[in-house]
């Protein structure tokens, strides 16, 4: 027997009323509102951060500090607007200060990945590094918007940015990253 | 690169029609295009999964610290607040032969509020046995409320479209995670508020997703 064809909109209907009531027991202060959150957004928010920093540990302590944020500020999230747009900004606030004490501590490169996200395949992991290695704007403008698949007016809300600035650092940086591509040995050939 | 056909087309300046025409004149564009299309596949590959063993746990831990905190800090602030605006309002109006005096007092003020003082409410999290008790009891509750819409929601599970199934199974594993993370943590310290209030939100968390299953039409 064929699987009835699932409706789109209300699986998201679904998602988005789940949602709100686990902004709804953030808000009372109960932990298990965090949880569904973390779960529903702890990879994308680990993704970025890890993109924008290049180091897994600073990645995983602004996840961190970006739920405790959240717990701090729950009751300033106006019910209506978009909650992921809310989280990442908290996100993207966090890492821009992280890479700010960075360069005024221990200068260091972008590219100094510790360790590689679940090893794996030399194309995606040279990816990484090209991507790591984009000046900082672009490299979230291209994480969020091409990566995690934000719209511009979003990464632009999330980022503090007009969607115009939005737009060119996402075609720079695929641009640059086309050129990266191109002059790269890893990718000739390899079509896998 | 001297053909900015391809650039021009990213940044909308010319349309897809018009691109697909030059394209079949421009070499140079059509490596671009190729290009393009490689580095959009693999930019998928950047979403996978990335390792996170532990992360939640020490979210979690954070959490609870920070709520613990902001609690404790209440409870501190209030009695002290109050010394504070006894003491001033005190020298405020004695006059200097009766500083001695003062101080005098103060220091069996401070003797009385340290030593002969009702204990405060810990802020440590621990709860009374007669506390403890009762959320025992609520907790039993849940978990028979739970048993019987469990019963009646699986059939109903069965019947749903597989994507909405599939969140809702998901839903309920995570929650019977959370709620089994409490119960070890329970079982090794049973007067822990914060692991119990976590139990109880996790148990109603699942006794509202299992009533909203069955209200599903």
Same mark, same amino acid.
């Given at each position: 027997?064929?699987?009835?064809?699932?409706?789109?909109?209300?699986?998201?209907?679904?998602?988005?009323?789940?949602?709100?009531?686990?902004?709804?027991?953030?808000?009372?202060?109960?932990? =298990?509102?965090?949880?569904?959150?973390?779960?529903?957004?702890?990879?994308?928010?680990?993704?970025?951060?890890?993109?924008?920093?290049?180091?897994?540990?600073?990645?995983?302590?602004?996840?961190? @500090?970006?739920?405790?944020?959240?717990?701090?500020?729950?009751?300033?999230?106006?019910?209506? =607007?978009?909650? =992921?747009?809310?989280?990442?900004?908290?996100?993207?606030?966090?890492?821009? @200060?992280?890479?700010?004490?960075?360069?005024?501590?221990?200068?260091?490169?972008?590219?100094?990945?510790?360790?590689?996200?679940? =090893?794996?395949?030399?194309?995606?992991?040279?990816?990484?590094?090209?991507?790591?290695?984009?000046?900082?704007?672009?490299?979230?403008?291209?994480?969020?918007?091409?990566?995690?698949?934000?719209?511009?007016?979003?990464?632009?809300?999330?980022?503090?940015?007009?969607?115009?600035? #939005?737009?060119?650092? #996402?075609?720079?940086?695929?641009?640059?990253?086309? @050129?990266?591509?191109?002059?790269?040995?890893?990718?000739?050939? @390899?079509?896998? | 690169?001297?053909?900015?056909?391809?650039?021009?087309?990213?940044?909308?300046?010319?349309?897809?029609?018009?691109?697909?025409?030059?394209?079949?004149?421009?070499?140079?564009?059509?490596?671009?295009?190729?290009?393009?299309?490689?580095?959009?596949?693999?930019?998928?590959?950047?979403?996978?999964?990335?390792?996170?063993?532990?992360?939640?746990?020490? &979210?979690?831990?954070?959490?609870?610290?920070?709520?613990?905190?902001? *609690?404790?800090?209440?409870?501190?602030?209030?009695?002290?607040?109050? *010394?504070?605006?006894?003491?001033?309002?005190?020298?405020?109006?004695? *006059?200097?032969?009766?500083?001695?005096?003062?101080?005098?007092?103060?220091?069996?003020?401070?003797?009385?509020?340290?030593?002969?003082?009702?204990?405060?409410?810990?802020?440590?999290?621990?709860?009374?046995?007669?506390?403890?008790?009762?959320?025992?009891?609520?907790?039993?509750?849940?978990?028979?409320? &739970?048993?019987?819409?469990? /019963?009646?929601?699986?059939?109903?599970?069965?019947?749903?479209?597989?994507?909405?199934?599939?969140?809702?199974?998901?839903?309920?594993?995570? &929650?019977?995670?959370?709620?089994?993370?409490? %119960?070890?943590?329970?079982?090794?310290?049973?007067?822990?508020?914060?692991?119990?209030?976590?139990?109880?939100? /996790?148990?109603?968390?699942?006794?509202?997703?299992?009533? %909203?299953?069955?209200?599903?039409?």
């Amino acid at each position: 027997m064929a699987e009835r064809a699932a409706d789109p909109a209300q699986t998201a209907k679904a998602r988005e009323a789940e949602e709100a009531e686990a902004i709804a027991r953030c808000v009372r202060g109960d932990i =298990s509102g965090y949880r569904w959150l973390y779960d529903r957004y702890g990879q994308p928010l680990l993704r970025s951060a890890f993109r924008i920093l290049g180091r897994r540990e600073e990645a995983e302590d602004a996840v961190q @500090d970006t739920f405790l944020k959240l717990y701090r500020h729950i009751g300033n999230f106006k019910t209506g =607007s978009r909650f =992921s747009t809310y989280l990442f900004r908290i996100l993207i606030n966090t890492c821009t @200060d992280i890479l700010r004490k960075r360069e005024a501590g221990h200068p260091a490169s972008t590219t100094d990945m510790d360790v590689p996200v679940h =090893s794996g395949h030399e194309v995606r992991h040279a990816l990484d590094e090209a991507v790591t290695a984009l000046p900082e704007r672009m490299r979230a403008c291209f994480v969020l918007c091409a990566v995690e698949e934000f719209t511009y007016v979003e990464a632009a809300g999330m980022l503090g940015l007009h969607i115009g600035s #939005v737009k060119v650092s #996402v075609h720079r940086a695929r641009k640059k990253l086309r @050129d990266w591509l191109a002059a790269s040995p890893v990718f000739e050939g @390899d079509e896998s | 690169m001297s053909c900015t056909k391809y650039d021009d087309f990213e940044v909308g300046r010319i349309g897809a029609g018009e691109m697909k025409r030059h394209l079949e004149t421009c070499a140079e564009c059509r490596n671009q295009a190729a290009l393009d299309d490689r580095l959009t596949r693999e930019t998928a590959s950047l979403r996978r999964p990335v390792g996170d063993a532990g992360l939640w746990d020490r &979210i979690e831990a954070r959490l609870v610290e920070e709520a613990g905190t902001v *609690r404790g800090e209440v409870m501190k602030r209030t009695p002290e607040r109050a *010394r504070v605006t006894f003491l001033s309002g005190f020298f405020r109006f004695a *006059r200097p032969a009766g500083v001695a005096a003062a101080a005098l007092a103060a220091v069996g003020l401070a003797v009385w509020f340290l030593l002969l003082r009702p204990a405060p409410e810990s802020p440590s999290g621990l709860m009374a046995d007669a506390a403890l008790a009762r959320v025992e009891t609520e907790e039993r509750e849940y978990a028979a409320a &739970i048993k019987e819409l469990e /019963a009646k929601a699986g059939p109903k599970l069965a019947e749903m479209d597989f994507s909405l199934m599939a969140l809702y199974k998901d839903r309920l594993e995570t &929650i019977d995670a959370q709620i089994e993370r409490c %119960r070890e943590a329970a079982a090794k310290n049973p007067w822990n508020a914060h692991v119990r209030t976590y139990m109880l939100a /996790a148990l109603r968390d699942k006794q509202d997703t299992l009533g %909203r299953i069955l209200a599903q039409e």
